[in-house]
């Protein structure tokens, strides 16, 4: 019997473990080393010269070009992939399907052009045994699944589109994220800092943070990866946030493997992040701090407030959390 458990495991892989992903659209140029056919490019004008560089489309600080100490770097990050359609219609408009990356539940489904910067936009959120893990599909033309319809990895969630903004017909792209869930209180957040609801709850974009869900697919795909753990592991930190631990106990609910080192009996919390803001792992401090404390930076010439999408300010290590990292961990966290 335990042998054949054992084979059934090995057969499955751990119940409710992260599978082999799937890409999003028919479009793998990615997979074949042709990037420029894969990702949609931005128009950019820098410096007095204009360009159409297919890396804007890639996840990361990739927009806003700005020449520092360290060169030019991009200042706003882009959270998803833009995936290039491969087909269209003879007037251009673009017909690629696009499909689950896994098995799920689709979770929202905005089937409005207007009320979102996504446009038309789908989450499927995902059982991997890690918590709330979600993909995001955006700019959609149509959508054809409802909330609470149960997916397959490769069932088909609508059309690919050019709604929302900052697109058009000629830029149609999949905007694509696979993301970490910051609160489950979201619209009391969004009301209390903003003075309304957002109108699209735990699934508004603000609310979902993505890591870089393209790199996901194709490492999965090649079995480097088997949870979203293993992958937040593998990134690099930028920053260091001590908290008391009470502070942390949501976060710790939604997400313990965030935790690496025996809990309990500590009164102080570390939570080490990746620039963009997604937290990757969490451990005891001995250091008292009565509200959220820097305790580490990764060091950097030029100003944090570029690196860390303004949550941090000032340059080396004279840095502090701005207004907008407080508003930022108060969602993460939870209010004091
Ligand atoms: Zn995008």
Excluded at 42 to 54: I, L, N, Q
Excluded at 155 to 170: E, P, S
Excluded at 240 to 248: F, G
Aim: aromatic share 8%; charged share 20%; net charge positive.
């Amino acid at each position: 019997m335990k042998r054949l458990l054992l084979l059934l495991s090995l057969t499955l892989g751990p119940l409710g473990a992260m599978p082999k992903l799937v890409l999003p659209t028919e479009n793998d140029a990615v997979t074949l080393q042709r990037p420029n056919d894969f990702f949609m490019y931005v128009d950019r004008s820098f410096e007095g010269e204009s360009s159409k560089p297919w890396e804007a489309g890639t996840y990361g600080f990739v927009r806003n070009m700005k020449r520092t100490k360290e060169g030019v770097i991009g200042t706003r990050f882009h959270e998803g992939a833009d995936i290039k359609p491969v087909r269209r219609d003879e007037n251009g408009v673009p017909l690629d399907p696009v499909v689950s990356i896994a098995k799920g539940t689709v979770m929202y489904v905005n089937d409005k052009s207007s009320g979102s910067n996504y446009g038309k936009y789908i989450v499927v959120q995902h059982n991997w045994g890690e918590g709330p893990i979600c993909s995001l599909y955006a700019h959609l033309n149509k959508t054809s699944v409802e909330v609470g319809q149960e997916v397959a990895a490769g069932t088909q969630l609508g059309i690919l589109g050019y709604t929302g903004v900052g697109i058009n017909k000629t830029r149609a792209h999949l905007h694509f994220e696979v993301c970490l869930m910051l609160s489950l209180d979201f619209e009391e957040w969004h009301t209390k800092y903003l003075g309304v609801a957002s109108g699209h709850g735990n699934f508004n974009g603000r609310n979902l943070s993505g890591l870089n869900g393209v790199d996901l697919v194709i490492k999965s795909q090649k079995d480097q990866i088997s949870s979203i753990q293993q992958y937040l592991l593998r990134q690099q930190s930028y920053y260091s946030i001590t908290v008391p631990a009470v502070r942390a106990a949501k976060l710790q609910a939604r997400y313990p493997w965030l935790w690496r080192a025996p809990q309990g009996g500590h009164r102080f919390t570390e939570i080490t992040f990746t620039a963009s803001g997604l937290p990757m792992i969490v451990n005891p401090s001995d250091r008292e701090v009565s509200e959220p404390k820097i305790t580490r930076l990764q060091s950097f010439m030029g100003r944090h407030e570029d690196r860390t999408i303004k949550r941090i300010s000032g340059t080396g290590r004279k840095a502090e959390l701005t207004e907008s990292g407080k508003r930022y961990l108060a969602l993460l966290l939870g209010e004091e």
